[in-house]
């Protein structure tokens, strides 16, 4: 380890290994014990507490380093794994202040506060297979289940472990479909409300499920079961409680210097991103999840609050902020090319999949919540108006190619009143059904990657609530099992045929709309394609059937429904097409495309049809 490079960098804010460095990190010298360092340039003397001082009856005063300005260190013979420390630091004033180590690999289960030392090499790997084979998916399906760890299922009055997902989780994304799964933020973090989002250790793993090697085994398994592993990280803000970063060793060292730029709107403090020591610190706590726990992917939330002052646009853009990420997209890319980087950002601010050479800010995919906004305030919108909101459902391929978009319905989607996505749609009980059926087949046959908040698969009704399971006994009700059914099936469809993904973001063969124009009976058709086959959707959004619906087609041939939502068997009308259907010349020189296709189009149906290409579209 070049200690020495380290700090150099760590002081130029372009640090992607200070954890190397800094915290609690066994080493022998004479014998064998923990070296403690800490960051605190603002300190007049620093104390380690914890189990090997019996706390407060003998603190160990830390040595100032005379090579490393601002840095405190001390080796501790006595200290073992496991136990439990905290830093206790005189401020210029005299004052004390317990404090967590801002690079614990552990911490002490909530409300207890102190970090604990862990030894980061005892984690082994057996995934190397997939190690090397792993992209960032551009041009491969991506189906991510995003899930709150403590809220997916309970043993009891406890949320499962990482051991008992492990055992159960894994096996339940394969039989459903998805690729990945994306994890709230696992930082250690004191509120259970704030789902992670408020985080008082960036290194640390929370505690609530497990341990360090415990989780690690979880990713390890999930990778050799063919699964990815994204997780939530928060550069925008930390926690305001005393033990964490806030006044760090007595004067602002994290957190802006001036209150109402360090203060943000969740109550919370705003990281000063303008600090390279701060830069640092949180560019390498991204590597560190990366390389320690071999994480696939990186979303980065409220990147909105990283462009503009306090995520206001009136206030302007933030230079320092992006110039921040800018740094940390390019950095973390350079050190693992292969690990997704993903923007939750509600901004039109534009290049934000660009690559930082070109002026970007350097993601490789952005959440699309202009669709998702549009498409569930369409869904939402009584039939008889829909023909006014027509271009909700087209707008979003009126931009989609200006940015590397990813298909989000998340957590955010499912809470604060809001209503699950089932419960958005209009109309009766079986109205929703029949269109949340209908609005998943759009959302999976549309460019673009997929995420889905855990509780979408099975139509929950009840909004997410941190401190509960999922209302797994739905499941005994026959509609909520069908659409669970239907929902794997859409999943396993999306990858089994590579036009539904393969050339997501080409505009010149990804996606041509059918009949963008038919308000009046709103009737949406589009196809996607490749080299192998053309795969047709068509989505009825009305309550309105047709016996004989005539559509265009991009050539002649056999067409097969694939799918149909109101199939019986997703607990449907059963009004599909179960013959393959033979497309016909319209004879029609106005028509865009020459060639038409009667089909049955039941109320709210959605279908796919399928038909392989034929050498020249001409023939």
């Not at 614990?104 to 995934?127: C, L, Q």
């Not at 391929?397 to 298909?407: D, G, K, P, Q, T």
Request: net charge negative; hydrophobic share 35%.
């Amino acid at each position: 380890m070049d200690q020495e490079r380290i700090i150099h960098d760590f002081h130029e804010g372009c640090c992607t290994n200070a954890y190397d460095f800094f915290g609690a990190h066994f080493a022998y010298e004479d014998k064998e014990g923990v070296r403690f360092r800490l960051y605190a340039p603002h300190a007049k003397s620093v104390q380690i507490i914890g189990s090997f001082t019996n706390w407060d009856e003998s603190p160990i005063y830390m040595e100032k380093s005379r090579e490393y300005e601002g840095v405190w260190e001390l080796f501790v013979g006595e200290a073992k794994e496991w136990d439990s420390y905290k830093y206790r630091i005189e401020d210029k004033k005299g004052n004390y202040l317990d404090k967590s180590d801002p690079y614990a690999f552990y911490s002490e289960t909530r409300p207890s506060t102190a970090s604990k030392v862990y030894d980061i090499k005892n984690i082994k790997w057996s995934d190397k297979t997939w190690m090397n084979k792993r992209t960032k998916n551009f041009d491969k399906p991506m189906s991510i289940y995003e899930v709150y760890a403590g809220g997916w299922k309970h043993n009891g009055e406890y949320p499962y472990t990482y051991g008992m997902l492990e055992e159960n989780l894994i096996p339940y994304v394969l039989e459903n479909g998805f690729t990945h799964i994306e994890l709230m933020p696992l930082n250690e973090y004191p509120f259970d409300g704030s789902w992670g989002y408020q985080a008082s250790g960036y290194y640390s793993l929370t505690s609530r499920y497990g341990n360090p090697t415990e989780f690690a085994h979880f990713v390890n398994a999930c990778h050799k079961a063919g699964v990815g592993i994204i997780m939530d990280m928060v550069p925008v803000h930390f926690v305001k409680d005393a033990f964490g970063l806030r006044y760090f060793d007595g004067e602002p060292l994290y957190e802006y210097k001036d209150r109402s730029d360090a203060e943000s709107e969740w109550g919370t403090m705003n990281f000063d991103l303008w600090n390279e020591e701060v830069r640092s610190f949180l560019i390498s706590a991204a590597s560190f999840w990366c390389e320690i726990y071999h994480i696939d992917g990186i979303r980065i939330d409220a990147v909105s609050n990283l462009i503009y002052w306090g995520g206001n646009r009136d206030r302007g853009t933030n230079e320092g902020s992006l110039n921040f990420i800018k740094r940390f997209n390019y950095l973390i890319n350079r050190k693992f090319p292969e690990v997704m980087l993903i923007a939750e950002d509600s901004s039109d601010y534009p290049k934000v999949t660009a690559s930082t050479l070109d002026g970007g800010l350097g993601f490789d995919y952005k959440w699309d919540l202009g669709w998702m906004n549009d498409t569930l305030k369409y869904y939402s919108t009584d039939t008889i108006y829909r023909h006014w909101d027509h271009n909700k459902i087209t707008f979003s391929m009126a931009y989609f190619y200006s940015e590397r978009f990813l298909m989000p319905l998340s957590h955010d989607e499912n809470v604060h009143g809001k209503k699950t996505i089932v419960d958005r749609m209009w109309g009766s009980y079986d109205d929703k059904f029949a269109q949340v059926r209908n609005l998943y087949a759009y959302m999976f046959a549309h460019p673009g990657k997929k995420l889905n908040f855990m509780g979408n698969e099975i139509a929950s009704f009840r909004e997410f609530d941190e401190e509960k399971e999922l209302d797994w006994f739905l499941l005994s009700y026959p509609r909520h099992d069908a659409f669970l059914r239907y929902f794997a099936d859409l999943n396993k469809i999306y990858q089994n045929h590579s036009c539904l993904y393969k050339y997501d973001y080409d505009y010149t063969k990804g996606f041509k709309w059918l009949d963008a124009d038919n308000s009046e009976q709103s009737v949406f058709s589009f196809y996607r394609e490749d080299e192998k086959e053309y795969l047709v959707v068509v989505l009825n959004l009305t309550g309105q059937s047709y016996e004989n619906y005539d559509i265009y087609v991009p050539q002649k041939g056999t067409y097969t429904e694939i799918l149909n939502s109101e199939k019986d068997i997703y607990d449907g009308c059963n009004m599909c097409n179960y013959e393959p259907l033979k497309a016909w010349d319209s004879k029609n020189e106005e028509d865009k495309f020459k060639n038409k296709l009667t089909i049955r189009l039941a109320p709210f149906a959605a279908i796919y049809f399928v038909s392989k290409k034929r050498k020249s579209s001409k023939d």
